[in-house]
């Protein structure tokens, strides 16, 4: 009869944290550094946890991410492997962005590059993990996983990519066939559905009525022609209530203003957050907001832009009576080459806009936001 050998603590407590992804996620930053590997292996093992995944990637706490183990699964686990992988090579991206120039030499910094390959290559022979010895996760080298994946993946991949567009066309007709029997509808909202790309003129062409309200949020993937017919519809003239999040305008400055000069007499909140504006694109619709004067509600957060440009919107702002709240994004100025805030700098920059406030002689409420939602700061911005 043999005996098994009972399953350590440390396995036991990554296996209890498995049984809720989101729990261990949360709990990643409170967690021992030994436990680390034994989730990372099972979590890979187990499928279906790619955001633990990539959590587990960007809190590493070692100097060496051994990717070994997302290859030793077999061919018929090329999927798992793939959206392992692809969960990893995320949390590196974000990683790698956020990585500051240290000011070493380059000389030192080649011993550290040849330390940490030979490190590496270590981890993969021994195929264990060991938490002795090892630092913050720096540096990662990926000579010929990428290629492996996708060379088990492109047929595959086509596979499940015929599979989803069929299901996303089934749905889109499902959708429009409900959209034309809504002889009243007055309010849109949509959240990043997968149907929509390229199909936006369709679903507009639907409409029966005006609408008072639409909001799209995080559709990152419509098209150029998405976003034309968009600004271009009959039905979206009367708008009391425009929310556009997560949208890249940058090229749509133009139909934007269009849009904006067509519901200047109506339009009552307007939000353009996230929606990649810089200056020139927020010059180019200053004309038309400043005729928006039923409107009560502004927010143009998370964009990028000086203040020079946020001086132009308090003044062009400023024949608007009913504005009761405006949100602005922190001014470029006044973030650190690393992204931080730089207080003293934004102490400054309150000042001065605080200042125009006082000189074009109407109370407002105004904030000032971070530029990133998961981690967001608010800054108050008031003359009364």
Not at 361 to 371: H, K, N, V, W
């Given at each position: 009869?043999?005996?098994?050998?009972?399953?350590?603590?440390?396995?036991?407590?990554?296996?209890?944290?498995?049984?809720?992804?989101?729990?261990?996620?949360?709990?990643?930053?409170?967690l021992p550094?030994?436990?680390?590997p034994?989730?990372?292996?099972?979590a890979?093992?187990?499928?279906?946890?790619?955001?633990?995944?990539?959590?587990?990637?960007?809190?590493?706490?070692?100097t060496?991410?051994p990717?070994?183990?997302?290859?030793?699964?077999?061919?018929?686990?090329?999927p798992t492997?793939a959206?392992?992988?692809?969960?990893v090579?995320?949390?590196?991206?974000?990683?790698?962005?956020?990585?500051?120039?240290?000011?070493?030499?380059?000389e030192?910094?080649e011993?550290?590059?040849?330390?940490?390959?030979?490190?590496?290559?270590?981890e993969?022979q021994?195929e264990?993990?060991?938490?002795?010895?090892?630092?913050?996760?720096?540096r990662?080298?990926?000579?010929?996983?990428?290629?492996?994946?996708?060379?088990?993946?492109d047929?595959?991949?086509?596979?499940?990519?015929?599979?989803?567009e069929?299901?996303?066309?089934?749905?889109f007709?499902q959708?429009?066939?409900?959209?034309?029997?809504l002889?009243?509808?007055w309010?849109?909202y949509m959240?990043?559905?997968?149907f929509l790309?390229?199909?936006?003129?369709?679903?507009?062409?639907c409409?029966?009525?005006?609408?008072?309200k639409?909001c799209l949020?995080?559709?990152?993937?419509l098209t150029?022609?998405?976003?034309?017919?968009?600004?271009?519809?009959?039905?979206?003239?009367q708008?009391?209530?425009?929310?556009?999040?997560?949208?890249?305008?940058?090229?749509?400055?133009?139909?934007l203003?269009?849009?904006?000069?067509?519901?200047?007499s109506?339009?009552?909140?307007?939000?353009l957050d996230?929606?990649g504006?810089a200056?020139?694109q927020?010059?180019?619709?200053?004309?038309?907001?400043?005729r928006?004067?039923?409107?009560r509600f502004?927010?143009?957060?998370?964009?990028?832009?000086?203040?020079?440009?946020?001086?132009?919107?308090?003044?062009?702002?400023?024949?608007?009576?009913?504005?009761?709240?405006?949100?602005?994004?922190?001014?470029?100025?006044?973030?650190?080459?690393?992204?931080?805030?730089?207080?003293?700098?934004?102490?400054?920059?309150?000042?001065?806009l605080?200042?125009?406030l006082?000189e074009?002689?109407?109370?407002?409420?105004?904030?000032l936001?971070?530029?990133?939602?998961?981690?967001?700061?608010?800054?108050?911005?008031?003359f009364?």
């Amino acid at each position: 009869m043999s005996i098994r050998t009972p399953p350590t603590l440390l396995k036991l407590a990554a296996k209890r944290l498995l049984s809720g992804q989101a729990s261990a996620i949360a709990a990643l930053e409170y967690l021992p550094a030994e436990l680390f590997p034994y989730l990372f292996v099972m979590a890979y093992r187990g499928g279906r946890r790619p955001q633990l995944l990539k959590a587990l990637a960007q809190a590493w706490p070692f100097t060496v991410l051994p990717l070994g183990v997302l290859m030793q699964r077999p061919p018929d686990h090329a999927p798992t492997r793939a959206a392992g992988l692809k969960a990893v090579f995320d949390a590196l991206d974000v990683l790698l962005a956020q990585e500051e120039e240290d000011g070493e030499e380059e000389e030192q910094q080649e011993e550290e590059q040849e330390l940490e390959e030979e490190e590496l290559e270590r981890e993969e022979q021994e195929e264990g993990l060991h938490p002795e010895g090892m630092s913050n996760l720096q540096r990662l080298y990926l000579p010929h996983i990428n290629v492996l994946a996708e060379e088990e993946e492109d047929e595959e991949q086509e596979e499940e990519r015929e599979r989803q567009e069929q299901e996303e066309q089934r749905s889109f007709s499902q959708f429009l066939s409900q959209m034309l029997r809504l002889r009243h509808l007055w309010a849109l909202y949509m959240r990043s559905p997968s149907f929509l790309p390229g199909r936006l003129d369709q679903m507009l062409r639907c409409l029966q009525t005006p609408l008072d309200k639409l909001c799209l949020t995080h559709c990152q993937q419509l098209t150029q022609s998405d976003l034309t017919h968009l600004f271009q519809c009959p039905n979206l003239r009367q708008l009391k209530i425009l929310h556009l999040f997560g949208l890249g305008l940058e090229d749509f400055s133009e139909p934007l203003r269009a849009l904006l000069e067509a519901v200047a007499s109506t339009l009552q909140d307007l939000g353009l957050d996230k929606c990649g504006m810089a200056d020139s694109q927020v010059e180019a619709i200053l004309p038309a907001l400043s005729r928006c004067h039923q409107l009560r509600f502004f927010s143009i957060s998370m964009n990028n832009f000086p203040v020079a440009t946020m001086k132009k919107l308090l003044r062009h702002t400023t024949g608007l009576r009913s504005l009761e709240f405006e949100m602005y994004p922190i001014p470029l100025e006044c973030y650190r080459t690393q992204g931080t805030v730089n207080q003293e700098r934004l102490v400054l920059i309150q000042a001065e806009l605080t200042g125009i406030l006082r000189e074009l002689g109407q109370p407002r409420t105004i904030q000032l936001a971070t530029r990133h939602l998961r981690h967001r700061k608010f800054y108050e911005l008031a003359f009364s």
